[in-house]
């Protein structure tokens, strides 16, 4: 009887829109703790108009686009990537298309739109810190891609700090922090009011306050969820001088409790003081012969490997470096007896690019700030047990990107505009394609096709083998410096201000009628009381009553 009830309950809950992880959701940067740019989804879109504005205005025109399922306005700046979970998407950028008239003026915004028709569910607009460009820079936005379990979101906001959000927003009540109003307030303004349309803040942990932090440009990680943990780099760098590193001591990954926020541990290596630019390659991590390993690129141009288990808060709060590698060979930092300056051609880069770990092996290339131009690089790959070279190749050019993996194949994109493959055994290079236009975004793979996007405005789609084929070509009209993501059949392009979700023969989704979102609340409501009951119910069951 009971666990008929039980049974019930749950089906209803999940008839309900309850939040269920699907095993073809994209819930994090690099689709999972590995970082591995690659997808399982099959029937992906090769070919789709972008579509035409509307007039003057800043709506595409959805009857002039082709294969797309609908298009969301986003900001005017946008290099956050989207994340997808339980039927929602959540993408950072900025307030340049205000979704609040209370909450105008420059803010980093991070957006929970709904999977099925891209409407706003609710928002987080933080205002900024008011550092300028040294700190937080105007109108950048947010820049952390979103970690999603279950039916909490991990977010690192421009003011430096790591977020646990409620992934129903305000929408089933205030929990965790009570403060979010006043957070949300920017100096001088007029107090907020929560609406049911503003994020539901869990738990907040200020970097910046709790660990000396000095962000340079802006804060950016993509969240790492291990156990009961929750990894991100910091993003402390320089300040204005590009040559003063303000807390050298400061460390430049650090490790919280995913429940409450608590401080564990952080990283000891001296990263800080070494660092050349800022600190903003996100955290991997996984199994590495048996035992979760956190892999880290460093502002150093170091590469790191942390045993997230000596994370344990208190006095014994630094974590356990199990090895690192120099990412730069001896030529890229010394010539003739002297170093080689940073921010030239031929000297030595930091890690941008997120390290991907992979049958215990961690792949990575070096990189720097597109502002720097473009420059020398060199692709890595390093035995995740030992930290010794397995291979190295120096074809590729400062990268930003994150590699994908996938049948004996290494693809990887460069600033320059080059995406190689790469023998993942040997290094050997197969071949390297030409865009002829920078590639800020990362390689995403599926279906035996690899995509990547460029300045200039085009998403590449090339055949993932070891012969180089262009199979085809399709203009965004606007630059796209985000990565292309897949997930649940659907393919998810972002230019700085629009977010399109793209499926071979979708036609554009229609506005939902106003009553329908009253009766999703109403579905969502009534969730969250079936899942108490559920909750009652186990428990009751647990004692024997």
């Known amino acids: 009887m009971k666990r008929n009830a039980l049974l019930a309950t749950t089906l209803l809950a999940l ?40 007039g003057s205005t800043e709506e595409i025109d959805l009857a002039t686009t082709k294969n797309v399922k609908w298009v969301a306005k986003l900001g005017s700046q946008s290099y956050g990537n989207p994340t997808v979970s339980g039927g929602k998407i959540f993408v950072g950028t900025n307030n340049e298309s205000p979704r609040d008239e209370k909450l105008k003026g420059d803010r980093a915004v991070l957006l929970c739109l709904d999977e099925k028709t891209g409407e706003m569910i609710w ?27 279950g039916d ?29 109003a006043k957070y949300l307030t920017d100096k001088g303004k007029p107090p907020h009011t929560l609406g049911a349309k503003d994020a539901d803040v869990l738990w907040r942990f200020d970097m910046r306050e709790e660990l000396g932090i000095f962000p340079h440009n802006i804060t950016n990680c993509g969240p790492l969820i291990l156990g009961n943990t929750i990894t991100v780099t910091t993003s402390n760098g320089v300040d204005w001088t590009h ?3 303000p807390n050298p001591k400061a460390p430049a990954l650090c490790v919280l409790d995913k429940n409450t926020g608590k401080y564990l541990g952080e990283e000891g290596s001296g990263v800080s003081a070494k660092t050349m630019h800022s600190n903003w390659s996100s955290p991997a991590g996984g199994l590495v012969n048996g035992k979760e390993t956190i892999i880290f690129g460093g502002g150093d141009g170091i590469c790191y490997a942390f045993d997230p288990a000596s994370a344990l808060g208190g006095d014994q709060s630094v974590l356990k470096t199990l090895w690192k590698y120099d990412c730069n060979p001896p030529e890229y930092r010394m010539k003739a007896g002297k170093p080689l300056k940073y921010a030239t051609f031929d000297g030595p880069s930091e890690v941008i690019a997120t390290p ?24 890595a790959c390093i035995d995740a047990i030992t930290g010794k070279t397995l291979w190295v190749n120096k ?49 995403m ?34 630059p796209i410096y985000a990565s292309p993501v897949i997930a649940n059949g659907t393919l998810y392009v972002g230019t700085p201000t629009h977010l399109y979700a793209i499926a071979p023969g979708a036609k554009a989704a229609q506005a939902a009628p106003q009553h329908s979102k009253a009766a999703l609340a109403q579905m969502e409501a009534r969730a969250t009381q079936l899942r108490a009951e559920h909750e009652t119910l186990a428990s009751c069951e647990a004692h024997g009553l």
């Open 152 to 180: 909490k979101v991990y977010v690192v906001t421009n003011r430096c700090e790591v977020i646990c959000l409620d992934v129903n927003g305000q929408a089933n009540g205030n929990q965790g922090v009570q403060d979010e």
């Open 395 to 443: 074809s590729i050019h400062r990268s930003l990107s994150t590699p994908s993996i996938i049948n004996g194949m290494v693809f990887v994109a460069d600033y320059s505009g080059f995406v190689h493959c790469f023998d993942s055994e040997t290094g050997k290079l197969y071949w390297s394609f030409d865009s002829k236009s920078h590639i800020w975004g990362s390689t």
């Open 356 to 379: 991907v770990l992979y049958k215990n092996r961690v792949y990575v290339p070096i990189g720097q700030d597109p502002e720097h131009g473009e420059g020398i690089g060199q692709m």
């Open 123 to 149: 928002q987080l607009a933080v205002p900024k810190l008011g550092t300028g460009k040294v700190s937080d820079w105007e109108f950048l936005g947010l820049c952390s891609s979103p970690a999603v379990e």
């Open 243 to 245: 040559t003063n590193i």
């Open 15 to 54: 008839s309900a829109g309850a939040l269920i992880t699907r095993a073809a959701d994209w819930p994090y940067w690099g689709g999972g703790p590995s970082r591995n740019m690659v997808s399982s989804e099959t029937n992906v879109a090769t070919s789709w108009d972008a579509g035409r504005y509307k």
């Open 445 to 478: 793979v599926a279906e035996g096709k690899v995509y990547a996007g460029t300045e200039d405005g085009d998403i590449i789609i090339l055949a993932a083998s070891k012969v180089m084929k262009e199979l085809g070509r399709v203009d965004m009209r606007a």
